[in-house]
T-cell receptor, first 111, second 113 residues
Framework: KNEVEQSPQNLTAQEGEFITINCSYS?????LHWLQQHPGGGIVSLFM???GKKKHGRLIATINIQEKHSSLHITASHPRDSAVYIC?????????????FGTGTRLTIIP | NAGVTQTPKFQVLKTGQSMTLQCAQD?????MYWYRQDPGMGLRLIYY???????DKGEVPNGYNVSRLNKREFSLRLESAAPSQTSVYFC????????????FGSGTRLTVV
């Protein structure tokens, strides 16, 4: 079983819909990252969380440390949000900054 | 623009050939990483360097070597390429004082035939 599981694997929605992507992990962590990978392949860091909630524009990320679960929400979705969204965790302990990645959620927003 | 620069963007190799993927960052980050991305799998760590002068193996180091030339540059070498090394390779960097924020390069798509 992967240490980081994302759901759904694929998501197609109409423009304007509220989107939720989920990430569950099975190890103790010190931080969780949400990343965006566009069709061109580049990877951009969206959020880094260790507790609570963060918001940036139409994107909201939440984390529940006790339940080992995080969600990424997109409000008023737009075709330009179409991308692969990747969850990654930094294990607790140790001095290094290595991440363990989920396999990603492919989001397609239809105009 | 500040960031992580990877070269080349695309490369086709024949089995047994060697090549070096170059990566440089200008953000004064201490840590640098090489990941590979394969269909249906999450990014997997090949090697990382926590600071200048140190390197350590990740999950999938076999068939690769790395050099942390200085604080800015971290290269990945394939000594004898194999078809199993066909993948997209990403370099990344991070800094502890930025609470482990990550910056990724744009990727290198490598095909070994």
């Amino acid at each position: 079983k992967n240490e980081v599981e994302q759901s759904p694997q694929n998501l197609t929605a109409q423009e304007g819909e509220f989107i939720t992507i989920n990430c569950s992990y099975s190890v103790g962590i010190s931080a969780l990252h949400w990343l965006q990978q566009h069709p061109g392949g580049g990877i951009v860091s969206l959020f880094m969380l260790s507790s609570g909630k963060k918001k940036h524009g139409r994107l909201i990320a939440t984390i529940n440390i006790q339940e080992k679960h995080s969600s990424l929400h997109i409000t008023a979705s737009h075709p330009r949000d179409s991308a692969v969204y990747i969850c990654a965790v930094k294990r607790a302990g140790g001095g290094n900054e290595k991440l363990t990645f989920g396999t990603g959620t492919r989001l397609t927003i239809i105009p | 623009n500040a960031g992580v620069t990877q070269t080349p963007k695309f490369q086709v190799l024949k089995t047994g050939q060697s090549m070096t993927l170059q990566c440089a960052q200008d953000m004064n980050h201490n840590s640098m990483y090489w990941y590979r991305q394969d269909p249906g799998m999450g990014l997997r760590l090949i090697y990382y360097s926590a600071s200048e002068g140190t390197t350590d193996k990740g999950e999938v180091p076999n068939g690769y070597n790395v050099s942390r030339l200085n604080k800015r540059e971290f290269s990945l070498r394939l000594e004898s390429a194999a078809p199993s090394q066909t993948s997209v390779y990403f370099c990344a960097s991070s800094v502890r004082t930025d609470n482990y924020g990550y910056t990724f390069g744009s990727g290198t798509r490598l095909t070994v035939v």
